[in-house]
């Protein structure tokens, strides 16, 4: 019970950061569209700009915009660390929730910090900011590569002999369904057996590009496959869908299973590079606002 509330719990604050998000993204649409003009203008016109005393870096809206995004990003990086290594913290709601959490506050951030250079980059101020913006991009990287690993609610990384039994769970709910549809159910599996088949042909970290267009592609195979399963087994449209949902959770059990090195690798490398450049963007930051702190904005690059 406590663990369905949980769940409850989590599912409640992924469906938040979606919405947060999206919101997010319309207010910073609608503030281009009100003072866009401002970041097209040359440099040097933008003095004689009415907006440049508050968007420059160093003006009010600016300042606070930079203040604001690098915050987010220290402490979506602080939340996501802590709950990983502080005890107290561990399993304390899945993994997939302080990550989602993690990964809005790290890119809001960004922007927020973005909107503050006023693309006036000067100083330590230039470094710091293009590698946060490696560390952000690298983030959406981390993400997917995170999703190619299979986990409990608890967001815990589970075994390859777990892996395999729920694709031999998700194998007996095919046939289950199919009893009375061969057919529909050699499609089924046909389908899976190319998918895998197609990228075991590319070999090394050219096998990473496929995997992600298998990922884009894969919906609309999918959905052919729903077309030719709903012909042959002549299946109403609800249990259809109910097949389908189980195809491809099978295509990803023996994707995962078939590249789980692969993606451990990545995984191991992504993480160094990616706390390497969260440093060195951490340390230019604090060297970029102490600088305008002892010397004064014209050294900050405001």
Request: charged share 20%; net charge positive; aromatic share 10%.
């Amino acid at each position: 019970m406590p663990g369905a509330r949980e769940g409850g719990v989590a599912a409640w604050i992924d469906r938040a950061v979606l919405l947060v998000g999206i919101l997010t993204a319309a207010a910073a649409i609608a503030f281009l569209g009100r003072v866009g003009e401002y970041y097209l203008l040359p440099l040097w016109e933008r003095p004689d700009a009415p907006l440049h005393r508050a968007l420059k870096p160093s003006g009010s809206i600016g300042h606070t915009l930079g203040i604001v995004g690098a915050s987010l990003i220290v402490g979506g990086v602080i939340m996501y660390s802590s709950r990983k290594r502080v005890r107290a913290l561990q399993g304390r709601g899945p993994m997939r929730t302080w990550l989602n959490v993690h990964i809005y506050l790290c890119l809001t951030g960004p922007l927020l910090v973005s909107f503050h250079t006023a693309l006036k980059l000067h100083g330590f101020g230039v470094y710091s900011y293009w590698s946060m913006m490696i560390v952000a991009g690298s983030g959406i990287l981390g993400r997917w590569l995170y999703q190619q690993f299979p986990r409990t609610i608890r967001g815990k990384e589970m075994s390859l002999a777990e892996i395999r039994e729920e694709q031999a769970f998700v194998r007996e709910l095919l046939e289950r369904a199919h009893t009375h549809a061969p057919a529909a159910l050699a499609a089924a599996d046909a389908f899976a057996e190319r998918s895998v088949a197609r990228l075991r042909a590319a070999h090394g970290l050219l096998t990473l590009p496929w995997l992600f267009l298998d990922d884009v592609a894969r919906p609309f195979r999918l959905a052919a496959l729903r077309r030719r399963v709903r012909r042959l087994g002549r299946l109403p449209r609800a249990e259809v869908r109910a097949v389908i949902t189980l195809v491809h959770e099978q295509i990803t059990i023996a994707r995962r299973l078939a590249f789980l090195g692969l993606f451990r690798r990545l995984f191991l490398y992504w993480h160094v590079m990616h706390l390497i450049f969260f440093v060195a963007m951490l340390v230019l930051l604090v060297l970029h606002v102490g600088s305008g702190v002892l010397f004064g904005a014209a050294m900050a690059g405001t």
